[in-house]
């Protein structure tokens, strides 16, 4: 049971030949059971479940059936549906899915647009996070060294590397290798 885009009655008659009308208000999106149903009388058809059961033209005059159902779905409100749209169409190639609201030139100078974009752009230069840093430290000899400093400053550094779980002389190297690098 294939719909065709437009959702003509012509496509939906045919597919309710085959299957009931929830299964085919499924296929169609924007739409259900009870509104299709709605639109269908709309239209001029009515359901007879007598033998031959199914869908007939009862309406005056010619059958449109050309014409598409939501030209016959009454809106419940201001608000507007989403078969109030048309659905894009989706167009594949080698990799790429393309979506049928964009031409092929529109599609070229957006990506022609992004790569200029992306050469322009500085690069994000990601500074490693402290653990990081210090996993990086140079293993040399080391030397013992006594400092004298507030003790506002002493407890903070202490509450630091606590919750961090480092090392108090990983971090003081880290910081007079910084010092040194900037005032040197």
Not at 144 to 158: A, L, P, Y
């Amino acid at each position: 049971m294939r719909m065709d885009e437009k959702a003509t009655l012509r496509s939906i008659l045919t597919a309710l030949k085959d299957s009931n009308i929830s299964d085919v208000a499924k296929q169609i999106d924007g739409i259900s059971k009870d509104p299709l149903a709605s639109a269908l009388n709309a239209a001029g058809y009515k359901y007879s479940s007598a033998t031959p059961r199914g869908w007939a033209f009862v309406g005056n005059g010619e059958e449109p059936l050309d014409k598409s159902i939501f030209d016959f779905v009454k809106s419940k409100s201001s608000a507007r549906k989403p078969h109030s749209q048309p659905v894009p169409k989706i167009i594949t190639t080698d990799s790429h899915t393309i979506h049928g609201q964009f031409t092929e030139d529109e599609m070229r100078a957006i990506k022609e647009m992004l790569k200029s974009w992306q050469e322009s752009a500085p690069t994000i230069k990601m500074e490693p996070t402290l653990h990081e840093r210090i996993k990086q430290l140079p293993q040399e000899e080391k030397t013992r060294k006594t400092i004298v400093i507030d003790q506002s400053i002493g407890e903070r550094f202490d509450v630091f590397c606590e919750a961090e779980r480092l090392n108090k002389s990983d971090i003081l190297h880290l910081a007079l290798a910084d010092f040194m690098a900037k005032f040197e």
